[in-house]
């Protein structure tokens, strides 16, 4: 078995490469002595039209602090779906938690099933705190799965169980955002599982601080017609995710899916929340999946 020491070593090695670093170190010594507008000419080439994240989740071969310093690299600076135990290190290089995460139990026992009311109800109130006392916005929530019910009985169920930390979060200026999932390959069951069922939701609801996150990648699976539905119901839309079908690959040409024109359509609305990449980087080193992740920001950059 390698040295766990010398594998980080030869990881950071590789990451410093991708970016055309002599060393890590001296590009946290540069990320933390600038501020985020005149920090590299990566960052200045970026349009400004699209606020882009990436999920740190889809890039866990590196350590939370080596992913802040690719982001802040590759000019842009939030990442998605990190908990209150590892903010002090985005804080730390200037990268804003743009989905927070942690107040759920898991992605199945979620808001649609008011057996899991409780202990979701007491999680989030606590995270709404946390949200918004560390200076965040967004928190991510979960329907859950059905378990028998039907759509009507989950919208029923989701709507009293939100009523009661919506006031709590519109107080504290947290909102919750609901992630859309495909029940056709990767959550078979999930109650959320189609725009139409969210956005019913959401006007059950009637808050500003309650919507939708549109996986594009799930809703592609689940019902297509993505540019339309963006168009006729982005107000109900308060974080886009981004992923390659089939596979959760690269946004590339190899895939059904034309970012380029999605992200215009994305624009076009007057969006002003964060898109974050949530692919699968596909390719064989770390120095080459670093490029993908840069590749798609260029894409979704219009």
Not at 290 to 297: C, G, K, N
Request: proline share 3%; hydrophobic share 40%.
């Amino acid at each position: 078995m390698s040295n766990p020491l010398d594998r980080r070593a030869l990881l950071r090695g590789a990451v410093a490469s991708a970016l055309g670093l002599s060393s890590l170190a001296a590009l946290g010594t540069k990320a933390q002595s600038t501020t985020p507008s005149t920090q590299n000419t990566s960052q200045a080439a970026l349009k400004g039209n699209i606020r882009h994240s990436v999920a740190r989740w889809t890039f866990n071969f590196l350590t939370l602090e080596e992913l802040s310093l690719v982001v802040r690299r590759l000019g842009f600076s939030a990442i998605d779906l990190v908990g209150p135990n590892e903010w002090h290190i985005l804080k730390q290089h200037g990268v804003d938690s743009s989905m927070c995460n942690g107040a759920e139990l898991n992605l199945e026992d979620g808001w649609g099933d008011s057996q899991f009311h409780q202990p979701l109800i007491e999680r989030y109130r606590e995270h709404i705190d946390l949200v918004a006392d560390a200076g965040y916005k967004n928190l991510i929530c979960f329907s859950g799965n059905k378990r028998g019910a039907d759509p009507e009985a989950g919208l029923k169920q989701a709507t009293k169980g939100l009523k009661k930390i919506l006031a709590q979060a519109e107080k504290r200026g947290v909102v919750l955002q609901m992630e859309l999932f495909n029940s056709k390959v990767d959550h078979p069951d999930y109650f959320a599982d189609n725009s139409a069922w969210g956005i019913e939701l959401c006007k059950r609801l009637d808050s500003p601080n309650f919507k939708l996150l549109y996986d594009i990648y799930h809703m592609q699976i689940s019902e297509g017609d993505i540019i339309r539905t963006i168009q006729n119901h982005h107000q109900y839309f308060g974080h886009y995710h981004t992923a390659g079908v089939p596979g959760r690959n690269e946004i590339d040409d190899t895939q059904e899916l034309y970012y380029p024109a999605i992200a215009r359509a994305i624009q076009a609305t007057g969006f002003t929340g964060y898109v974050a990449q949530e692919f699968m980087p596909n390719r064989a080193t770390t120095a080459e999946k670093i490029e993908s992740l840069q590749a798609a920001i260029r894409i979704c950059d219009v």
